[in-house]
C-alpha cells in the first residue's frame, strides 16, 4: 500500500513537472516573434558589408532567446488570466518560468558578447534591463502610459534597428548615426509606436484591474486609432525621404503596394469600433498584427533579395 502511494504521488509531481515546462514553452510565446521581425528585417536590408554568420547569431539572440524571455517575464509578473499577444487563453503561469527567463536572459548576454561583438552585447544588456524596467513590480514602467509608450517606441523600433545593424554588419555606432539610417531606424520606432497602442485596445479593463494605465486607456478607442494613423503616417513621410535619399523611390512605392491589405484591415476595424466598442477585441487585434506581420515581413524580405541577394548575383 505505501509502494503505491509513493508510487502515485511520484507520478503526480511527474505530471505537474511536466505541466509546469508545457506552460513555461507556452508563455514564451516564441511565435510572437515573428511580429517583431520586421525591425530585424528592415535593418538587415539596408545594411552594408553584411557579416552574414553574424546576421544569423544575431536573429537567434533576438527572436529566440531575448524577446521570448521577455514575453515570459511580463507574463510571469502580470500572471495573465485574460488574452495576451499571441495566446487567447494564457495558461497559468509557473514559478519555473521565472528562472527560465532568468537564464536565457544571461545565456543571451553571454553569446552576444563572447560571438558577436561588446557593442552589441551592451546593447542586448540594455535592451533587457529596459523590458524588466517595463515589467518588474519594483519599477513597473508599464503603470505610467507615456513613459510606457516611450520604452517601446525606442527599443523595439529604433533601438533594435541600430543594434541589429551593429551586430551584424561592419558599421560602427557613428557610421549609422551620421547617416541617413537614422531616418530608417526613427520609421522603425514609429511604426512599432503606431501599432503599439492598437495592442492594448482590448486590455483597458484587464490592464486597470492590475494597477496599469496603458496609453490605450488615455486615448479611448478612437483616440487609439487617430494616434495610430498619425504616427503610421509620420513613417511614410519618413520612409519617402529615406528612399529619396537612397535614390531608390520605387521602394517606397513597393511599400505601399505591399501594406495595401493592412490598410485596408485597418480601415474596416477601425468603422467596426467605431460602431460597436466591443469590436475592440482579442481576435481583431490579433489579425491586425498578423496581417501587418505578413505584408512588413513580405516587403523587408524582399528588401533584402533586391539590395543583397540579386545584387550579389
Known sequence: MLGLRAGSVSLSNYLNHMTELKNTIILLRFPFSIYLLPVFLFAISQG???????????????????????????????????????????????????????IMDVLGIM??????????????????????????????????PVISFLVVFIFQGGYTFVMV???????AFSDILTSSLVLAALASSLMIGGGY???????????????????????????????????????????LVYFLRQQNISHFFMFQ??????IIWFVIWMSKVWKDSAQ??????????NISAICL??????????NHILEIS
Open 165 to 171: 545593424l551593429v551586430g551584424s554588419t561592419f558599421l
Open 297 to 306: 515581413n513580405l516587403f523587408y524580405g524582399t528588401l533584402i533579395v533586391l
Open 257 to 262: 503596394l505591399f501594406i495595401a491589405p493592412l
Open 197 to 239: 497602442p492598437l495592442t492594448q485596445i482590448y486590455q483597458h479593463e484587464a490592464d486597470a484591474a492590475n494597477g496599469d494605465a496603458t496609453l490605450s486607456m488615455v486615448l479611448k478607442h478612437k483616440g487609439t486609432f487617430l494616434f495610430s494613423i498619425l504616427l503610421f503616417g509620420l513613417a511614410s513621410v519618413l520612409l
Open 48 to 102: 552594408t558589408q553584411l557579416d552574414i554568420s553574424n546576421t544569423v547569431i544575431v536573429f537567434f539572440i533576438l527572436h529566440l532567446i531575448i524577446y521570448p524571455s521577455s514575453n515570459g517575464y511580463n507574463s510571469y509578473i502580470d500572471q495573465d488570466t485574460e488574452s495576451i499577444g499571441g495566446l487567447e487563453k494564457p495558461p497559468t503561469p509557473p514559478r519555473l518560468l521565472l528562472y527560465v527567463t532568468r
Open 111 to 144: 553569446i552576444s558578447l563572447w560571438l558577436v561583438n561588446m557593442a552589441f552585447g551592451t546593447m542586448v544588456l540594455g535592451y533587457v534591463l529596459a523590458s524588466r524596467a517595463y515589467s518588474g513590480r519594483s519599477i513597473r514602467l508599464k503603470k505610467y
Open 280 to 289: 475592440a477585441n482579442f481576435r481583431n487585434t490579433m489579425m491586425m498584427n
